[in-house]
């Protein structure tokens, strides 16, 4: 069944996922070099060390500081975060990180994954598109009256680290 932008963002919301925006393409095969995966693993560390601008996001994932070290030096991706492209390779999409996003495997990048096979066989499919490069639902994103201690602390260790990289 085709879905319309409304029955699409009913869906998404079903899924937990209501402040998720979603843009329609239209999926057309497109040929994927045999070296895609050495490109995507450079990329994707290209991509973890970029997230410099986005502690706020990072700090409210709650992750370990040994695990933040680890993502944004682009050392590993620590376990339940997925990076996934906006537009897949093969339906068109750009090796590049301003097609990328990150979020959590389970249950977003899950319900994500469940939200396209919904889809399959149509002539446009809905994607998940947030605005940043990081996606946390809005409830994940409210911090208390008296701020947020595990923000402050990687917000200082982020400062440290573009210090270090000369990024200030």
């Excluded at 700090?59 to 682009?74: C, E, H, K, V, Y």
């Excluded at 911090?143 to 210090?163: E, H, V």
Aim: aromatic content about 8%.
């Amino acid at each position: 069944m085709q879905m319309n932008q409304s029955v699409a963002e009913r869906r998404i919301a079903d899924l937990g996922m209501d402040d998720l925006p979603l843009v329609q393409i239209r999926p057309v095969p497109h040929q994927i070099s045999p070296d895609w995966f050495k490109k995507y693993r450079d990329l994707v560390r290209e991509f973890a060390m970029s997230l410099n601008d986005s502690i706020q996001e990072l700090a409210f994932m709650n992750l370990p500081s040994d695990d933040f070290i680890d993502l944004i030096t682009g050392r590993r991706i620590p376990e339940n975060l997925s990076v996934r492209f906006r537009t897949p390779l093969v339906w068109g999409g750009q090796m590049e990180i301003d097609n990328m996003f990150m979020c959590m495997t389970f249950p977003h990048s899950y319900n994500m994954d469940r939200f396209i096979i919904e889809q399959s066989g149509n002539d446009a499919i809905w994607m998940p598109n947030p605005a940043k490069k990081i996606y946390l639902p809005a409830h994940m994103m409210n911090g208390g009256d008296g701020g947020n201690a595990t923000s402050d602390r990687l917000s200082q260790l982020a400062a440290q680290i573009a210090s270090s990289r000369g990024m200030e």
